[in-house]
């Protein structure tokens, strides 16, 4: 009788275990699923997933926003996080995003003060021109009728436009003729001004609301859309903005991307000298996926801004930081590498520009790599980030996305490279080609992190 029970429980447990494990293999493979929504291709060799093909790190033909026109009116002193967030996600569900540029207000350039820098943000990243996610104009350039959004940035840039008629009067044009005008934190100081704003709902940063509370009603949430106006609270809540933008366009659309990795731990490792888009715009979306993120600094061997030796900040490509300067230390933490447990994490994240080169010259991060890929934990990384890894030597007979610059490092450790790849699921190694491809490293990362 006893043998008899004990098959019968194992037979119990068996049937438990294995319909866990469908459960699980059936999440992995409705996410991949997600990743192919947009329209790019995802191509599957045996346990290698590639992300590839024409629209690899550009605008994508499906989405919510396809034939969608988004105008970014842009200042000096933008959101830095805001605008590469915006060009990144917008983009990914088919939007045509193009920055507006009101390119000759000359009072107020961002530090240092030249005039000749032209429209930058506020931590020194540029706009440029055409990029593969967005295109730029001078506003004056523009006509308001070709916009099915506009949205209006934070950061120091909305204080900057407020005072132009220009931007006020097309402002208005855009919003009487329908469209939906939109803004981020203090972004809605423009639209208050072409008084847009009275009798609305909205939320906003400190900076608008004790006006919002008295013209409408405020309400402290990440979100709200009110009739054709749609506004967010702060930075952290550019995710949940583009989003609702999708939704205004598409009232059947479904965030499937929201809260993915609830209960997953991503490391990213902040070296002097980060990619500023490569780590901003993901730790935004990772946090709204749901994960908890951890930044994880180490002592630089050199800092290419000497009047910062000596500060407990590190610093990114542009001027980006960490601590982040528009999220609140609430929703991440920044822990020293040397003090990171395998029992921590889930993920290591490593950004490219020049944070690979400290992570090799430093030593101790390439021994990290080696520590977590022995503890089987997905080590993932763009740009220039798998240099670091093949320095790790974990990059034989793999398949590698990457910039160019980590090409000959991967091929000499025995890795494969082609450029043409934006993203790679190879065993516990992911990777990711370029900035523009930051939302596809980020699905390839998920979809990893989702496998059984």
Request: charge should be positive.
């Amino acid at each position: 009788m006893k043998k008899v029970f004990t098959k019968v429980m194992g037979l119990i447990v068996t049937i438990g275990f294995m319909f866990f494990l469908s459960v699980i293999s059936t999440h992995a493979q409705s996410f991949i699923k997600i990743a192919r929504e947009t329209g790019v291709t995802v191509k599957e060799e045996g346990n290698v997933k590639i992300w590839e093909g024409p629209v690899a790190g550009k605008m994508k033909p499906n989405g919510s926003l396809t034939g969608k026109t988004i105008g970014v009116l842009v200042a000096s002193e933008f959101s830095d996080f805001q605008a590469h967030y915006i060009a990144s996600y917008a983009s990914e569900f088919g939007g045509k995003v193009e920055f507006l540029l009101v390119d000759w207000v000359k009072w107020k350039f961002t530090r240092p003060n030249v005039k000749t820098k032209g429209v930058q943000g506020m931590w020194g990243m540029s706009i440029e021109k055409k990029d593969a996610r967005y295109t730029a104009k001078p506003l004056k350039e523009a006509d308001s009728n070709n916009y099915d959004a506009l949205v209006v940035l934070g950061g120091h840039s909305a204080d900057v436009m407020m005072t132009e008629v220009e931007v006020i009067d097309f402002i208005k044009a855009v919003y009487n003729k329908g469209a939906i005008v939109g803004a981020i934190g203090g972004g809605s100081i423009p639209l208050i001004s072409a008084g847009i704003m009275n009798g609305k709902m909205a939320t906003g940063n400190k900076v608008v609301s004790f006006m919002l509370k008295k013209i409408g009603t405020f309400k402290n949430v990440p979100v709200i859309k009110d009739g054709q106006v749609i506004t967010a609270r702060n930075t952290v809540d550019t995710p949940d903005f583009v989003r609702e933008l999708c939704k205004a366009f598409d009232p059947n659309f479904i965030p499937k991307r929201k809260g993915i990795l609830a209960g997953k731990r991503v490391l990213v490792i902040a070296g002097e000298d980060f990619e500023d888009i490569e780590l901003a715009v993901p730790v935004m979306e990772y946090i709204y996926r749901g994960a908890k993120v951890i930044l994880a600094t180490f002592i630089p061997p050199m800092r290419s801004r000497p009047p910062m030796l000596g500060l407990d900040v590190v610093q990114g490509n542009f001027g980006m930081s960490v601590p982040l300067q528009e999220i609140p230390l609430s929703y991440y933490q920044i822990t020293k590498l040397s003090e990171i447990d395998m029992k921590d994490f889930d993920v290591v994240h490593i950004p490219g520009a020049f944070c690979p080169w400290n992570m090799i010259v430093s030593g101790k991060p390439v021994e990290f790599l080696k520590k977590a890929h022995d503890a089987g934990k997905i080590i993932a990384a763009i740009c220039h980030g798998p240099i670091a890894v093949a320095a790790a030597d974990l990059v034989k007979g793999k398949k590698i996305a990457g910039w160019l610059a980590c090409k000959d490092a991967v091929k000499i450790m025995g890795g494969t490279y082609n450029y043409d790849w934006s993203a790679v699921i190879d065993g516990q190694i992911v990777t990711g080609r370029i900035p523009p491809d930051v939302p596809e490293f980020l699905d390839a990362i998920t979809e990893a992190v989702l496998i059984p």
